[in-house]
């Protein structure tokens, strides 16, 4: 009887948190769904594509801190916040200001002589975002990494809801101008800040450590998460690059439609990232051996609706090209570019997850370097040979669909469980889908591809009935 009650408070604490974080992400996907619908529609092509380009360069904002808060999170994963050193970790904090400020300056110099290729006016708006994030990390991930999902939840609904809220006042009184879009994301940002001072108050007005100490634990948690770090920023650029090829080739114009194309994909990743969240922590407390089959069914659970999702691609993008018909040369671009959502979920949700859990960063960071070079020679020979952005579009999903399974490869002779089957079915899934969408397309695409999605289930059927087994066991 006891053990029934520990395992049914563990399974309740695991949908609590499921839920505020679910519940941040939905607010998230509203507010972004707000920024991507309605914003194109209020200002220019040109104005939401520098729009597009100082959200690129505030995701590599991130690297300035070489890995400090990243080592923060993978240390103190799964560890309870009442018992953390508090002292050490506000030192931190306060350390890490500093260093950004100093980094910002000496980086500052040498980016004016490559203005040329750079925009630096997004830079400097970029690095102010950073300013106000890169010190909250600190706070921010430890709530992460102890537990804490419903302090952070609240964190991240302030940070996206008060930019939502001064981003339709302006735009309500006419201001139309992409600074002042930009000017609200970074004052979500501020309010962001002050409220999770707020909550970690106990931490960051602590006294904090002596300057050795401080040392100590700052070269610490760098040496723990530089290569996580390097990890990430690698994985942003993989996408990144080919971004900036198209800016720097077609123009800003084209980079905005494009952008928004991308970014509607990125919506469907809300409930993939709700999880993701809360799993870290969790996976540090399960014992190895139930790892394995913990990963095989939540990649059933995951990739069967994930699949299903593409089914509705068509109607979506109608429905998009009656509302901003200016961006309909880019929303096609949807037929490709949808079916990363299958190969980012599992990066996201499973591989990432279980890397970081098991301290895998070197692998990850070798995984995710090998993807950045490839993304490199394909976008410079699609983009500057052959000139055809069809090609640089497809080479999206090819590079993504390439780094996630090579890492899952990786991960599955660590776990050493069998998943080439489910890789190659994926496989013919992305492809049909693509096949379906850009070649037949319309009503006859989607009957296509959802026959195809029947067939796959069929196959998958007896996967199915042992994850549904296993709920059944754990409710």
Same mark, same amino acid.
């Given at each position: 009887?006891?053990?029934?009650? %520990? ?6 604490? @695991? ?6 974080? &679910? ?30 380009? +100082? ?23 799964? *560890?309870?916040?009442? *018992?953390?050193?508090?002292?050490? %970790? ?22 004016? @002589? ?9 830079? &400097? ?5 950073? =300013? ?45 101008? +992409? ?12 309010? !962001? ?9 106990? /931490? ?13 634990? !700052? ?6 998460? &530089? ?10 650029? $993989? ?9 720097? +080739? ?50 059933? %659970? ?5 699949? &299903?999702?593409?089914? =509705? ?14 961006? !309909? ?5 949807? !037929? ?6 299958? +190969? ?51 080479? $999206? ?52 591809? @959802? ?5 796959? =289930? ?11 087994? /296993? ?5």
């Amino acid at each position: 009887m006891k053990l029934n009650i %520990i395992h049914s408070n563990k399974l309740y604490s @695991f949908f609590e948190s499921f839920m505020y974080s &679910f519940s941040s992400n939905l607010l998230s996907l509203l507010i972004s769904t707000i920024t991507i619908l309605i914003v194109p529609k209020f200002i220019g092509v040109v104005e939401y594509g520098y729009w597009q380009l +100082y959200l690129l360069y505030v995701s590599y904002t991130g690297l300035m801190q070489l890995g400090w808060c990243d080592g923060v999170y993978l240390r103190y994963g799964g *560890k309870e916040y009442e *018992k953390l050193n508090k002292k050490l %970790i506000s030192s931190q904090f306060w350390y890490i200001m500093v260093f950004y400020i100093l980094f910002s300056l000496i980086l500052l110099l040498p980016m004016y @002589f490559f203005k040329a290729y750079l925009n630096l006016q997004m830079i &400097f708006w970029a690095l102010i975002s950073g =300013f106000i994030t890169t010190p909250r990390g600190i706070p921010y991930y430890i709530l992460q990494a102890t537990n804490n999902i419903k302090q952070y939840a609240k964190i991240t609904m302030i940070d996206r809801g008060a930019f939502c809220i001064i981003l339709i006042t302006l735009l309500v009184i006419g201001c139309k101008d +992409y600074h002042f879009i930009i000017v609200s994301d970074i004052a979500g940002k501020l309010c !962001a800040f002050v409220v999770t001072t707020y909550f970690c108050r106990d /931490i960051i007005f602590s006294k904090i450590t002596t300057f050795k100490e401080s040392i100590i634990e !700052a070269c610490k948690n760098l040496n723990a998460g &530089f290569k996580l770090m390097v990890a990430n920023i690698a994985s942003q650029l $993989i996408l990144g690059i080919v971004r900036l090829n198209i800016e720097s +080739y077609w123009g800003i114009e084209v980079f905005g439609k494009v952008s928004l194309t991308l970014s509607i994909s990125n919506l469907f990743m809300v409930f993939i990232n709700a999880v993701a969240i809360i799993m870290f922590p969790m996976l540090r407390k399960i014992s190895d051996e139930r790892l394995p089959n913990l990963y095989r069914n939540i990649r059933t %659970i995951l990739m069967l609706p994930i699949l &299903f999702v593409l089914v =509705f691609y068509y109607p979506l993008r109608e429905i998009l090209i009656l509302w901003l018909p200016q961006y !309909a040369e880019g929303l096609r671009y949807m !037929a490709l570019l949808i079916p990363i959502i299958v +190969y980012e979920s599992k990066m996201s949700l499973l591989v990432n997850t279980y890397l970081k859990s098991l301290r895998k960063e070197k692998q990850m960071l070798i995984i995710n370097l090998l993807t950045v070079v490839i993304s490199l020679i394909i976008s410079n020979i699609t983009v500057y040979w052959m000139n055809n952005l069809d090609l640089t579009i497809i080479a $999206i999903v090819v590079i993504l669909a390439f780094r996630s399974i090579l890492a899952e490869i990786y991960i599955s002779s660590v776990l050493k469980i069998e998943v080439l089957k489910d890789i190659v079915l994926e496989l013919i899934m992305s492809f049909l889908f693509i096949l379906s969408s850009w070649f037949i397309g319309g009503w006859q695409g989607v009957g296509v591809y @959802f026959i195809t999605y029947l067939i796959y =289930f069929f196959i998958k059927k007896n996967d199915v009935k042992e994850t549904l087994l /296993i709920l059944k066991s754990l409710k």
